[in-house]
């Protein structure tokens, strides 16, 4: 089957030579201009920890509602523990999407400056290994994210640690995501309704079934199919925000099995990786050209936040 997003190898960029970092900066900026996506392998994150999360999900996922709602936070717009079924809705729709999950954020000492900013993780007492799995994943995404905007900022003319500062302890989620077997004929809802990431870019592993689509320029819906030990990532809204649209947040969905497959859930592990609240998401001025003018009006990365959590009926 012929692949609807290029395919990107990150070990050319951190351990390869010049010429081979170089190519690898010409290929994922030309795959998130072009494309918006990319799929990428020798990530770094490690096929046995993602393994282990995945059945931690599962196991948590398989609890009953009720030990389930202990983990939900009231207040804190789902950004951190569980968040149940039909929460959820794309900005441009009142149905809730098919799903469940459960999210880890950023990990900080009590004494951090932003510590205020990042309210404590929910641990989860009833499956042994989440809580330290959960964080070992974490760092991983961080790790392989920080190395895929090191190339990025080459891409675009910018020091090459443009984004270091900005996303070392940033606001990001490691978001696991149950989309049960459906059980009857869906009233117009699909597992999860076309919508933009609001972050700097996601990178996604595992997903356990197929569904995932993306729209091209053309407005057509082709469908992603990663190969094993690929990760799939995406630009979010703060990132084309950024490049006043240069580089592309291209609308995706998960849509629907056919009835045959309806009984099988799927289990999904996306990492959004956000920078911290402060950082200025006003466009680059070289991203501002008499062909492309600007685009946005000047906000930080919380602001911005703040503002999409509230569209998508997370926080109210």
């Known amino acids: 089957m012929a692949r609807t997003i290029p395919v990107v190898d990150l070990s050319k960029f951190v351990n390869g030579s010049e010429e081979q970092k170089a190519e690898f900066v010409q290929e994922i900026g030309a795959a998130f201009h072009n494309v918006g996506f990319v799929g990428v392998v020798n990530h770094g994150v490690p096929k046995d920890l993602v393994d282990e999360f995945y059945q931690s999900s599962k196991d948590f996922f398989s609890l009953d509602g009720k030990t389930k709602r202990q983990y939900r936070l009231d207040g804190l717009a789902g950004q ?49 290994n989440f809580n330290e799995v959960s964080k070992r994943l974490y760092k991983s995404f961080e790790n392989s994210g920080g190395h895929l905007l090191r190339a990025i ?16 302890d940033g606001n990001s989620i490691l978001r696991t995501i149950h989309y049960p077997p459906i059980t009857e004929e869906p009233k117009n809802a699909i597992r999860a309704e076309q919508h933009e ?33 690929e990760i799939v990532i995406n630009v979010g809204d ?31 592990i996306p990492f959004f990786l956000h920078p911290k609240s402060q950082m200025d998401l006003t466009c680059l001025d070289s991203c501002v050209t008499d062909e492309n003018p600007l685009q946005y009006e000047p906000i930080t990365a919380g602001e911005y936040l703040d503002e999409r959590l509230r569209e998508i009926g997370l926080k109210k």
Not at 105 to 123: E, T
Not at 153 to 168: G, P, R, S
Not at 201 to 224: K, P, R
């Open 153 to 168: 900022a080459i891409y675009l003319n910018l020091d090459e640690n443009y984004f270091t500062e900005k996303i070392e």
């Open 80 to 128: 951190r523990g569980y968040t149940s079924f039909g929460t959820e809705h794309a900005k441009q729709s009142n149905v809730a999407d098919l799903k469940e999950f459960f999210q880890i954020g950023q990990y900080v000492d009590a004494d951090h400056p932003l510590k205020d900013q990042y309210p404590d993780n929910v641990a989860v007492d009833e499956i042994g």
């Open 238 to 268: 703060m990132l084309q925000r950024l490049t006043n649209n240069y580089l592309k947040s291209t609308t995706h969905r998960v849509v629907n099995p056919p009835r045959e497959q309806w009984h099988v859930p799927r289990l999904s």
């Open 197 to 229: 990431d609001i972050n700097l870019i996601t990178l996604l592993v595992g997903a356990s079934a197929g569904g995932l689509q993306l729209l091209n320029a053309e407005g057509e819906w082709l469908d992603i199919t990663p190969e094993e030990n």
